[in-house]
């Protein structure tokens, strides 16, 4: 079965083997075939809108209303892009895709969540829950990524390895601040610039992955990560010698 980004998952759905998936012929694949279209028309517009929301975020001074404002665009338009993933992952065939987007939805969702449990009565079921889905979901990324790549049957699986172990890295860490609370009171902030900033990098792979097409794959899916991670190391690092000065209010 073809998988969605390669080019040929509309042409199955297109062809008479789509019907297997309307067993109760509610409609028939053309049907089917409109909705995953608008599914994923849905989905590449809801990317874009979290790039340049993204952007406004980054480029704005943290705490001011203009970035609460795209950060919350950007939250929002990320959710959507996970869940227009999933389906279009599902019918592609495609475990790839549905391992990332929840990858990218992880760390959306805990970044946005850090800014909740900087407080006492943080949700602390709702954080259990997506730290722990995480760690289960980043295991299994590592287990397949790395059996793949042994057996050199999938030429981006190493991609799994690496995000796996990023995401269900951050999730241990997440339950260890949840359950041990760390004394310096900006720590949430840390979180939120790493999480977001991770979430914010994940959406410029994809960008990255669907336009530069003649830079080879695996740089393509795993550039990004390599200039944004240790980018992102140093913008904690400033923050944490901006707050040690006696700084702590609104960021650039």
Do not use: C
Request: no cysteine.
């Amino acid at each position: 079965m073809p998988r969605i980004g390669d080019g040929t998952a509309f042409d199955y759905l297109r062809s008479g083997e789509s019907a297997a998936l309307d067993p109760f012929h509610l409609g028939g694949p053309l049907v089917i075939d409109r909705v995953l279209s608008v599914t994923l028309g849905l989905h590449v517009l809801a990317g874009v809108v979290a790039l340049l929301a993204g952007i406004v975020a980054l480029v704005t001074e943290k705490g001011g209303s203009r970035h609460v404002r795209s950060g919350r665009a950007y939250a929002v338009a990320m959710g959507v892009v996970v869940v227009t993933a999933v389906p279009l992952a599902v019918v592609g065939g495609s475990w790839f895709l549905f391992a990332l987007a929840v990858f990218s939805g992880y760390l959306v969702f805990a970044g946005y969540r850090a800014l909740a449990t900087k407080r006492p009565d943080g949700g602390a079921a709702v954080d259990l829950a997506g730290h722990g889905t995480m760690i289960v979901a980043g295991a299994g990324m590592i287990a397949w990524g790395g059996q793949m790549t042994f057996a050199d049957s999938f030429a981006l699986a190493p991609v799994l390895v690496v995000f796996g172990a990023i995401g269900a890295g951050l999730a241990v860490l997440e339950l260890r601040r949840l359950r041990s609370p760390p004394e310096d009171p900006m720590v949430w902030f840390y979180r939120h610039v790493v999480l977001m900033g991770g979430g914010f990098i994940a959406t410029v792979t994809a960008a990255v992955t669907v336009n530069l097409t003649m830079v080879p794959p695996l740089a393509r899916w795993l550039g990004p990560t390599a200039v944004g991670v240790p980018l992102l190391l140093l913008t904690v690092r400033r923050y944490e010698r901006q707050f040690d000065a006696g700084d702590s209010g609104t960021a650039a």
